[in-house]
């Protein structure tokens, strides 16, 4: 059974930086990608990043580019988050796509993880 852990989320100021981890565990792909969204109250979940696990090509949301890095080691994504807004504030998911394609959408994941909540203060 595929499992996905995030954790690191919590409370910042506006230009702060934190760090995201999501753990992956229970699976046997050979090929796929690991995406991150984000959730804020009232709104759709939407994309943040994605990291082919096999390449490390990367793909950034426009809103997030030059501030978040997403990185993958040892069975273990992450996202660090730098300069951040509280427009950043949301539950942050890791997903898992049994592919190679860097997809976007939301709808192209086959896993999630629980989420963590990240909230930026002004």
């Known amino acids: 059974q595929v499992q996905l852990v995030e954790s690191g989320g919590g409370l910042v100021q506006a230009g702060g930086s934190l760090r995201l981890s999501c753990a992956a565990s229970?699976?046997?792909?050979?090929?796929?990608?690991m995406g991150w969204f984000r959730q804020a109250p009232g709104k759709e979940r939407e994309f943040v990043a994605v990291?082919?696990?096999?390449?490390?090509r990367t793909v950034y949301a426009d809103s997030v580019k030059r501030r978040f890095t997403v990185s993958r080691d040892n069975a273990k994504v992450y996202l660090q988050m730098n300069n951040l807004k509280p427009e950043d504030t949301a539950v942050y998911y890791c997903s898992l796509r049994s592919s190679s394609s860097l997809v976007t959408t939301k709808e192209s994941y086959d896993y999630w993880g629980q989420g963590t909540q990240v909230t930026v203060s002004s």
């Open positions: 229970g699976h046997t792909f050979s090929s796929y990608v």
């Open positions: 990291i082919s696990w096999s390449s490390g």
